[in-house]
């Protein structure tokens, strides 16, 4: 309808998506971001302090008159009604898809049915195995965060990190659903006969295409398959513990297994033992007292071997 009022060929360009998303009137325009930006009129749609996007004029010549600007700027106000109507609708959305997942991680659910009919309003169909894998934002509060006063902020930061982690994320797993925390999303993940060698590949090219892209890494820790949907709060529980032993050790921009912890995994388990405390109390006291008495750096040499 603009177009035919101001006798031009226009495109809508919204950024909301994170790739970008354009509507044309000619059906035969070859849309080239950078190219369209710098040579042609463009008018901002601003929607709450923050541009949504662009009315482009397809005509480098064109100049607006009043009219025309009139009819640009209705059409602008069009385009920002519907915005605001599909963020609300969206946001409403994830909002109970988030409950969803986080009653099946946190095992909320009473039963199967319970699960299939909730899934069934999102358009989920569970069946076979899955994985719970968390995603977490390597340095988020001492990087990217630090010194950021307001919650606004820091929750625009988090939400733009974590969407592009969930865009790659979901570009490699079809189908898997998530929910986000300030600085990690939650993934459940079909198997698929998917096995640990194919899950690193793919991560390990998310965390490249991170970098790359977006200027941060993360790690990606998995818990042991689940038979069921219903069954999948224990694996994310283990992913929650690979999690903190890859932290423990320092790790960044890697994919770990519950699976493949073998020995931490105990040492996770007994960690808070009296008896284990009184245990390496005892004996390394022996060791600090050698140190001590010898000038020797026994202790120092003996933890940097338990951290590599």
């Excluded at 605001?84 to 994830?94: A, C, D, I, L």
């Excluded at 934002?137 to 990217?144: L, P, Q, S, T, V």
């Excluded at 069921?228 to 050790?249: G, P, W």
Aim: glycine share 6%; aromatic share 12%; charged share 30%.
């Amino acid at each position: 309808y603009l177009s035919n009022l101001i006798e031009q060929e226009v495109v809508y360009y919204s950024v909301l998506k994170l790739k970008g998303v354009h509507f044309y009137t000619n059906g035969e325009t070859v849309f080239d971001r950078e190219h369209f930006m710098s040579k042609y009129p463009c008018f901002a749609v601003n929607v709450n302090g923050k541009i949504c996007g662009y009315v482009i004029v397809v005509n480098e010549k064109y100049k607006a008159g009043k009219y025309d600007l009139i009819a640009i700027d209705h059409a602008i106000t069009v385009i920002k009604l519907d915005v605001q109507k599909q963020t609300f609708e969206n946001e409403v959305e994830r909002k109970y898809k988030d409950n969803f997942v986080l009653d099946l991680i946190f095992n909320t659910l009473e039963s199967m049915d319970e699960i299939e009919t909730r899934g069934k309003t999102f358009g989920w169909h569970f069946s076979g195995e899955y994985y719970a894998l968390i995603a977490d934002i390597d340095h988020f509060k001492a990087k990217y965060v630090k010194g950021v006063d307001s919650s606004s902020e820091i929750d625009r930061i988090s939400r733009e990190m974590t969407d592009n982690i969930i865009e790659k994320v979901t570009g490699e797993f079809a189908g898997c659903v998530y929910t986000t925390f300030t600085e990690q999303v939650v993934f459940l993940i079909h198997k698929n006969g998917i096995g640990h060698g194919e899950l690193t590949k793919k991560l390990n090219g998310v965390n490249e295409r991170l970098k790359k892209e977006n200027g941060f890494t993360a790690v990606f820790s998995f818990g042991s398959r689940a038979a069921d949907i219903s069954e999948v709060h224990v694996s994310y529980q283990q992913a929650k513990t690979a999690l903190k032993l890859a932290r423990h050790l320092k790790r960044e921009g890697c994919v770990c297994f519950y699976s493949e912890l073998g020995i931490y995994k105990l040492l996770d388990k007994i960690k808070d033992d009296a008896y284990v405390e009184k245990f390496s109390e005892d004996c390394l006291k022996k060791l600090l007292f050698y140190d001590l008495s010898n000038n020797s750096d026994l202790y120092k040499t003996l933890e940097e071997l338990v951290r590599y």
